[in-house]
């Protein structure tokens, strides 16, 4: 069972003499630097100078500056910047910044877990993941709720970076939920899983499987995307609320039926053999390679799909249905 942690396991007396830098004021490091100043911590945001990050943070109310000055005033520097921008952010700021002593978090262990970011030995390596996009963490945190995060400490050079973390995480409203106790390379490697063979791509690459079937057999496309794509909302909705079993006590019978032996059919063991060598391409770093590889030369793969897909019939035939549903346009 896992290991989860409450606001009784943590004391935000331990960030009360502490510097936390926020290195980027985006979707998580708005909420993250917000509830902290409300927690009574002093924070300060590093962004660009002239950047919508910049001002946001500036209209908000937080000193703001570069990552070099943040680094070197802060007592724990928490990397919120894009995963794609971490290694050079941190060689040419965050580096020469990080004494003896200090903490580097993050909310992703890519970097850390692929060898791009390498700290010295002597400061702590933490990391606190909330399970929510940064909105949500915010407005948990204002209606006195939290949602839940992960911890993981991947190096404890002063004895006590556990405990810090976890005062971080009382901080940012998450340990009024709970937060589980994780290792850098698990959150790492069943994040990059998860979104390649579930969340992004399976189930993209499964609208898309399930609508050119329909079409293909002659059946309307804008019948096809409402049975395929447009109702899908309906069925996780549920399937987030309650689980498998609430989402099937919502649906028919019929549904039911079709579920349990039509599924198996489609998730088939070819399937699974697939997503076993998806997983062993995130554990052994095949993809880590892949993926640094193809940033280091301006992604021209990933440009090039990017493009394909945004052309695929599903999304012309979608933008004319979307049109006449004006509550998602909210």
């Known amino acids: 069972m896992a290991k989860i942690y409450y606001e009784k396991d943590a004391n935000l007396k331990l960030l009360a003499n502490k510097t936390i ?8 490091g708005h909420a993250h630097s917000q509830n902290l100043r409300d927690s009574g911590c002093k924070v300060i945001i590093a962004e660009l100078k002239g950047t919508p990050g910049w001002q946001k943070a500036k209209d908000a ?14 007592d724990i520097i928490v990397m ?21 002593g200090k903490m580097l978090m993050f909310a992703h262990g890519f970097n850390i877990h692929y060898g791009q970011i390498v700290p010295p030995a002597d ?15 915010r407005q948990m945190y204002t209606e ?9 400490v991947q190096q404890d050079a002063t004895g006590k970076a556990l405990k810090l973390a976890l005062s971080y995480a009382m901080g940012i409203g998450c340990a009024r939920a709970g937060v589980i106790e994780t290792t850098f390379a698990e959150e790492t490697e069943t994040d990059l899983f998860g979104e390649q063979a579930v969340l992004c791509g399976g189930v993209s690459a499964l609208i898309k499987a399930g609508w050119e079937t329909l079409v293909e057999a002659g059946y309307q496309p804008e019948i096809a995307y409402f049975e395929c794509l447009h109702e899908l909302k309906l069925i996780v909705d549920l399937i987030q609320t309650g689980g498998l079993t609430h989402m099937r006590n919502s649906v028919s019978e019929t549904a039911k039926y079709g ?6 059919r489609v998730i088939n063991e070819t399937v699974r053999e697939e997503m076993a060598e998806i997983l062993a391409e995130v554990q052994n770093g095949t993809f880590a ?15 090039a799909l990017k493009r394909m897909e945004a052309e695929h019939p ?16 909210k």
């Open 21 to 28: 830098a926020i290195v980027g004021y985006g979707s998580q």
């Open 61 to 74: 109310g937080f000193t703001v500056m570069s990552a070099a000055e943040a680094a070197k005033k802060a």
């Open 289 to 303: 390679r892949e993926w640094i590889l193809e940033n280091q030369v301006s992604r021209p793969v990933y440009n």
């Open 123 to 137: 400061v702590d390596v933490t990391m606190i993941a909330p399970k929510s996009p940064g909105p949500l963490v």
């Open 80 to 100: 919120l910047a894009p995963d794609t921008l971490q290694k050079g952010i941190y060689d040419s700021a965050i580096a020469p910044g990080l004494t003896k």
């Open 314 to 329: 599903i999304e012309v035939v979608g933008a004319d249905l979307r049109k006449m549903m004006p509550w998602l346009k």
């Open 259 to 264: 579920d349990f032996t039509r599924g198996p």
């Open 144 to 152: 006195r709720k939290g949602t839940p995060a992960i911890v993981a």
